[in-house]
């Protein structure tokens, strides 16, 4: 039986086999964990489709794999070895070892061990933040480099203070994983093939703050624990935004405009990796309390790595918060096929002036980037002003005003 990567969608070309956790000689269980597969988006677990014998590794770390590439041959006849059905401790030669709290690969242990690296120090970028071999490897290849980067120590230390220029400076190079590889691609790509604008605006939050206050021990207690964010009032904002000015929600594709009569909605998440932008389906046909337990499982999931390509996929507008880092205003990049994002930014306390007086009002600044080959900036505007609306009587949501 071939062990075959998964079909990729058409937004993805090739992934990068990052790590095996099996090898040839190994008998596997059926939905054992063989080896990790690095897309542009995510990371994949490739998982045994049967029990049996791994006779044959084809693909190998670090090569680069195709949409159902064979990357490994199993015997699914094999009988399971005697001595692993009667000792038990035999199945658990390849498992993660725990070394002060982390999951340390067995190969990644001896092989630090022979080299002198200090586990502890390593960075693990495996399943769960287990420290593969490969981890180990780069730390050996670091600590090489620096010690050719430093030169040696006088044996006698002078008794006049080191001047500034004879301060060691240390470089330090390691390729690109293939999540950041592609973001960078793509960011350069999206900026030489759109006609990128920004527009600004701000609105005053002060009743979406009230709101959540007053209702949020009611909501928790309706929805089972589930929190009252932010996000879920500008989802449902965008949404009735988008049916307002279908071009905002649509795409391009050659010289064809494609109008897209549904409403998925992009939320970019921050990980370890990079960013990624789990989609929200349907946003249109969910409740406050969906939108936000699904932004939770999708934060969750984005943190152990564990988001699905159908996760991930298709998407028609796309909303990111640089608030929470602290960003007062920022131009949001697109996230190509679609032809708009929108930026939320932190909550600030600023002087306004509302019925002729200065008021302090909690505002935020909103930013709405597009694609102007297909949004003039007169529709940009108003869909921005729109939303603004909105968030500012937040009734207008419910009521679809």
């Known amino acids: 039986m071939d062990v075959k990567a998964p079909t990729f969608p058409e937004s993805i070309s090739e992934g990068e086999l990052t790590q095996w956790y099996k090898e040839a000689g190994d008998y596997v269980e059926r939905d054992d964990v063989l ?19 791994l006779t044959e590794i084809v693909k190998q770390e670090g090569e680069l794999v195709e949409s159902e590439d064979v990357l490994a041959r199993l015997d699914e006849n094999a009988s399971k070895p005697v001595e692993e059905v009667n000792t038990p401790v035999a199945a658990e ?31 693990g970028t495996g399943r769960r933040g287990m420290v593969t071999k490969s981890d180990v490897q ?14 040696p120590r006088p044996e006698v230390i002078p008794e006049e203070p080191v001047q500034q220029g004879m301060i060691d400076r240390e470089e330090r190079r390691v390729p690109m994983s293939r999540m950041r590889a592609t973001i960078a691609r793509r960011l350069v790509e999206v900026q030489q093939t759109s006609a990128m604008l920004t527009t600004f605006n701000e609105a005053d939050m002060a009743h979406i703050k009230q709101m959540r206050q007053q209702y949020r021990d009611d909501f928790e207690r309706r929805h089972n624990g589930t929190r009252l964010g932010y996000m879920s ?27 897209h ?12 990796r990079g960013l990624v932008v789990p989609i929200i389906k349907n946003a249109d046909a969910l409740g406050m309390a969906q939108i936000e337990n699904t932004i939770v499982e999708y934060s969750e999931k984005a943190r152990e790595n564990k988001l699905t390509l159908d996760e991930l996929q298709g998407g028609t507008f ?22 708009a994002i929108l930026g939320m930014h932190t909550i600030q306390d600023r002087p306004v002036v509302q019925n002729g007086e ?3 009002r909690p505002m935020m600044y909103l930013a709405l980037s597009y694609d102007h080959r297909l949004i003039d900036g007169q ?6 002003v729109t939303i603004k609306g909105m968030l500012e009587d937040p009734a207008r949501i419910l009521l679809e005003l």
Not at 95 to 122: F, W, Y
Not at 379 to 384: D, I, K, P, S
Request: proline share 7%; charged share 20%.
């Open 138 to 151: 780069q730390a050996i290849q670091s600590k090489s480099t620096e010690q050719a980067l430093t030169p």
């Open 35 to 53: 080896a990790d597969l690095e897309t542009e988006k995510t990371t994949l677990e490739i998982p045994a489709p049967a029990s049996g014998l």
């Open 261 to 272: 009569g549904y409403y998925d909605i992009g939320v970019a998440v921050s990980t370890t």
């Open 358 to 360: 200065i008021v302090i």
């Open 318 to 339: 796309t909303i990111t918060n640089g608030g929470v880092f602290g960003s007062l205003m920022s131009t949001p990049i697109l996230n190509p096929p679609q032809t």
């Open 93 to 123: 030669e390849n498992e993660p070892e725990r070394i002060e709290g982390r999951s340390v690969a067995p190969s990644a242990r001896k092989l630090a061990e022979e080299e002198g690296i200090d586990i502890n120090t390593v960075v």
């Open 233 to 259: 009032f500008f989802v449902r904002a965008c949404v009735e935004a988008l049916k307002r000015f279908p071009a905002v929600n649509a795409s391009i594709d050659g010289d064809d405009i494609v109008y």
């Open 379 to 384: 529709e940009a505007v108003q869909f921005l």
